[in-house]
């Protein structure tokens, strides 16, 4: 993917790209040769509450050395007028959106593994389902006449899995299963276009966020299989990228439009790799896990 440009003069955004999936979705749309437009609220000038050091500048310039338009733009997606902003302002530089990825999360710090939402906090469940529901709604609302104007245009609601299945903790649970709603839905409605709406989600994603969790580092991350085996399993946010950079150059993706898609199920339709060469497959390792007494 990195000599070859199929998204070439592609005009994407990546809404939520400061970091995680985000980044690495940037990224292989960089490789593929689009315009990307990343947005976040963390800046080499100001900090979002998450108080990570990662910025939407870094993940531009990791565009730009991958062969793409890195263009970083300080949006807070829960915000109309930003979002609206940042239309207006791809509208004028390109008169089109082709691309479209709804990734804006944030919903770590306010997920409380092993108690009942009734036992938690209250303002944290709202707030996880507001940084969702209202970020994605509204970024789709404001880009959606933009993307009717592509030829082949793409909407991706990254969330976590494939199904409607328990989560392990119900407000966060909801977050993830409405992007998986919001894409079939808007399937329907977008057909009359052409457009095509899907949900994407990572195996066990290696973020920034998760090899700081373990201690490690991506040169080290192997290390972390002493506390979690299940870990030796997972990918670098680049893979779930090259699935969305993939999809996004195939000119047959208006038939999985409506359909909730992984990392792992494209990599055996177009063939990509993640950094390291392998084919991380954490569909093929959950059903070794439930299989087991």
Not at 16 to 26: D, F, M, V, Y
Not at 143 to 148: E, F, H, N, Q, S
Not at 203 to 214: Q, T
């Amino acid at each position: 993917m990195t000599q070859n440009k199929p998204l070439k003069d592609k005009i994407a955004l990546v809404a939520g790209g400061t970091r995680g999936a985000g980044r690495g979705i940037a990224m292989a749309l960089g490789e593929a040769g689009a315009t990307v437009y990343v947005t976040g609220r963390t800046t080499r000038m100001s900090s979002s509450p998450i108080g990570r050091k990662e910025t939407i500048e870094e993940t531009a310039e990791r565009v730009e050395s991958r062969g793409g338009i890195g263009i970083a733009v300080r949006v807070d997606h829960s915000v109309p007028e930003e979002v609206e902003a940042l239309m207006k302002r791809i509208e004028m530089a390109h008169g089109r959106l082709d691309i479209l990825v709804n990734d804006s999360w944030g919903g770590e710090r306010l997920t409380h593994w092993g108690k009942p939402f009734w036992a938690s906090p209250l303002k944290d469940g709202l707030a996880m389902q507001h940084g969702v529901l209202d970020t994605h709604y509204m970024t789709a609302h404001y880009a959606m006449p933009l993307l009717i104007r592509s030829e082949s245009g793409l909407l991706a609601e990254i969330t976590d899995g494939v199904d409607y299945k328990y989560r392990g903790n119900l407000p966060y649970s909801l977050s993830k299963i409405w992007g998986i709603h919001m894409a079939a839905g808007l399937s329907e409605e977008l057909k009359p276009y052409g457009i095509c709406a899907v949900s994407l989600t990572p195996g066990f994603l290696r973020s920034e966020e998760m090899l700081a969790h373990f201690g490690v580092t991506e040169a080290n991350w192997r290390d972390a299989g002493e506390k979690d085996p299940n870990f030796l399993q997972s990918e670098t946010p680049l893979y779930v990228g090259r699935a969305l950079a993939c999809l996004a150059a195939d000119p047959g993706k208006g038939s999985l439009s409506g359909w909730h898609l992984s990392s792992w199920e494209l990599s055996e339709r177009y063939g990509f790799v993640d950094e390291d060469g392998t084919q991380p497959h954490w569909g093929r390792h959950e059903q070794k896990l439930l299989s087991q007494p």
